[in-house]
């Protein structure tokens, strides 16, 4: 079970882009770390963090996420005043690790959208009962004392064109997916 402030629902992108993002045709670049060394994975950037003065869109594949955005927020009764930041992250088997480090994308206040891509994976987002304090990193690292006495409020499993929606503040992480499977995503942070 969610938090009650969380919201599962569907999120609507054409089958065009789907198929596309899933294909070996769609660019993907490497990022050579998350929240920890060794946490690499593919990214492809829509709109650059606000947070770091370079807030654009950054893909030709922006305009399409963005209608369906509206819609799903529309559909929904979300209200929105700022995009933070949008990103699809692609990330493989971790030999050694059941998922990212607990985390939250920004410190301030915001919400996560976390869109999923792809059907055929195992990777829950894991989110926690915990909240980011200020003065705190806003990481957990993974196999800490502070990681394994995060406690669970729920988790969503992979499934193509579902949306979870929860209040930043919640800790997260991503687990990944099994091996020779891909586990891509959608990452939106708004005001």
Known sequence: MLASNALIAPFYLPDSFLNLVNSSSFPWCYVHRSTSEGLSFMGHTLVHRKDE???????????????AFVQFCEQN????????????????????????????????PHKVL?????????????????????????????????????????????????????????????????AGQRRIVLVMNFL
């Open 77 to 108: 009764h979300i209200l929105f005043t700022s995009i933070e930041r949008c990103a699809m992250n692609l990330t493989f088997e971790k030999c050694g690790r059941i998922s990212s480090d607990a985390h939250v994308d920004k410190t301030s």
């Open 53 to 67: 003065d370079t807030w654009s869109p950054n893909s030709p594949y922006w305009p399409v996420v963005y209608r």
């Open 114 to 178: 976390i869109v999923y891509l792809n059907s055929d994976c195992t990777g829950d987002t894991v989110i926690y009962k915990d909240k980011y304090e200020p003065g705190s990193s806003g990481v957990a690292f993974y196999g800490t004392e502070e990681f394994n006495a995060m406690q669970e409020v729920g988790r969503v499993s992979p499934e193509r064109n579902k949306a979870v929606l929860f209040d930043g503040a919640n800790y997260h992480a991503a687990e990944f997916p099994s």
